[in-house]
């Protein structure tokens, strides 16, 4: 069975630190697009970050620019979210998407999709 699985969500304070993981199984990521999306309470999903299917190219929305980091690691079948300096409003369900081949992650447009982990920042 091809899934996703986050995990790493939680409760962090404000100025804290996460890091959300993106495992896949019945299929290896390093040919995959790998997207981060977010939902936030009473707001639509949005895309937050993405990580290219090749030459590893990444691309960030500017709300978590200069404080989240995507990452891959081919070996482990993982995709990674390194979230530093959490906002109140980086609160939200996360949610970790793969398309085949791509050098961009089109949220209408991924193969598959995982369930989410919640991410609460709070004090």
């Known amino acids: 069975q091809l899934q996703l699985v986050e995990s790493g969500g939680g409760l962090v304070q404000p100025g804290g630190s996460l890091r959300l993981s993106c495992a896949a199984s019945?299929?290896?990521?390093?040919?995959?697009?790998i997207g981060w999306f977010r939902q936030a309470p009473g707001k639509e999903r949005e895309g937050i970050s993405c990580?290219?299917?090749?030459?590893?190219?990444?691309n960030y929305a500017d709300s978590v620019k200069g404080r989240f980091t995507i990452s891959r690691d081919n070996a482990k079948n993982t995709v990674y979210l390194q979230m530093n300096s959490l906002k109140p409003e980086d609160t939200g369900i996360y949610y970790c998407?793969?398309?085949?081949?791509?050098?961009?992650?089109?949220?209408?447009?991924?193969?598959?999709w995982g369930k989410g982990t919640l991410v609460t920042v709070s004090s």
């Open positions: 990580i290219s299917s090749s030459h590893g190219y990444t």
């Open positions: 019945g299929f290896t990521l390093d040919n995959y697009a």
């Open positions: 998407a793969a398309l085949w081949s791509a050098y961009a992650c089109p949220e209408h447009g991924m193969d598959y």
